[in-house]
């Protein structure tokens, strides 16, 4: 039984009451508190030893993905983040020293969002460090922004440049919290999430969500250099547009929107993120399934990216 299996067994099990507006499914869970102009965004993320981090990496990098990627979440419903919760699983002998660093990383990306670190919780695990971050945000009442509101003929959108993380970029990535909200009070967004499982994998999601099909441009979809240089040098079997479909941990942002406005935010974006790319990499269709299109022609697109408990 794979992630999204065991999901489907669970979900349908979770109670709900008043005040859950958007409960498991999607980037974040939404909650009306009574709030007169906002609703709550709440988030839960983890980082494992040997799964999202080896015990080589630097602690500090460490704290600041644990952070980044409830952070990345919440950018994908382009909310603003407001104070986390730590939890930290440590085998009996931890290193101090590990402890104080990782919270340095930590502490510098919650001050740069304005996240207060407002306490959490220890614990004693077997062998393996385990980091668990809850996050609170908001969001306006009126723009809740899912994965669920791709339409035929969207064009479908992703930041920066795709693969290859884990030569780096999967300790380093920059939450695109400033990014979506420009977006969102700009443009009428039909759905976002962002990219943490491969664009092959995650726009999945959205078509599921949404109930729509789609086609992507192989030409236009954005390799970073890290995934050149792997297939190049001989260090990864994957070629770059495989590693740009199926890698994860990219933490860019995937939306859709209506066409009229593809030149538009373009033409917006470059003006306001100068040193980020932003790439038009398909479209929406009313045909379900996931295409892409290349010299040869069309042609379903089988890959998916990466799955926790994913059958060999």
Not at 32 to 58: N, Q, R, Y
Request: aromatic residues 6%; hydrophobic residues 40%.
């Amino acid at each position: 039984m794979n992630e999204f299996e065991l999901l489907a067994r669970i979900i349908p099990t979770l109670p709900g009451n008043d005040s859950l507006v958007k409960g498991a499914g999607d980037d974040c869970a939404v909650l009306d508190l009574g709030l007169k102009d906002e609703l709550i965004l709440l988030k839960t993320d983890a980082v494992v030893e040997d799964v999202h981090f080896t015990s080589e990496a630097p602690a500090a990098r460490v704290g600041r993905k644990a952070l980044g990627r409830t952070l990345s979440d919440i950018a994908a419903m382009a909310g603003k983040p407001i104070a986390c919760l730590v939890t930290l699983g440590l085998p009996a002998e931890f290193d101090a020293d590990f402890v104080t660093q990782f919270y340095e990383g930590l502490n510098d990306l919650a001050r740069e969002y304005n996240v207060a670190v407002a306490g959490g919780e220890t614990t004693r695990t077997t062998d393996k460090t385990f980091i668990s971050i809850a996050l609170l945000g908001t969001i306006p009442r009126q723009r809740i922004l899912s994965r669920g509101g791709a339409k035929p003929g969207d064009a479908i959108f992703v930041t920066g440049e795709l693969g290859g993380s884990i030569s780096g970029k999967h300790l380093d990535f920059e939450p695109r919290i400033r990014e979506a909200q420009w977006l969102a009070e700009n443009f009428a967004l039909h759905s976002m999430m962002d990219l943490s499982d491969g664009l092959a994998g995650d726009l999945r999601h959205i078509l599921n969500a949404s109930h729509v099909g789609a086609e992507l441009l192989s030409s236009a979809i954005p390799i970073s250099p890290a995934a050149k240089l792997k297939a190049k040098n001989g260090s990864s079997a994957k070629p770059p547009l495989l590693a740009a479909l199926t890698d994860g941990e990219d933490f860019e942002l995937l939306f859709t929107l209506p066409p009229k406005d593809a030149v538009r935010v373009l033409d917006g974006w470059k003006a306001a993120f100068p040193k980020l790319k932003l790439t038009c990499v398909g479209k929406i269709s009313a045909e379900g399934g996931l295409r892409i299109r290349d010299k040869e022609g069309i042609r379903e697109l089988g890959l998916r990216g990466y799955t926790h408990f994913q059958k060999s």
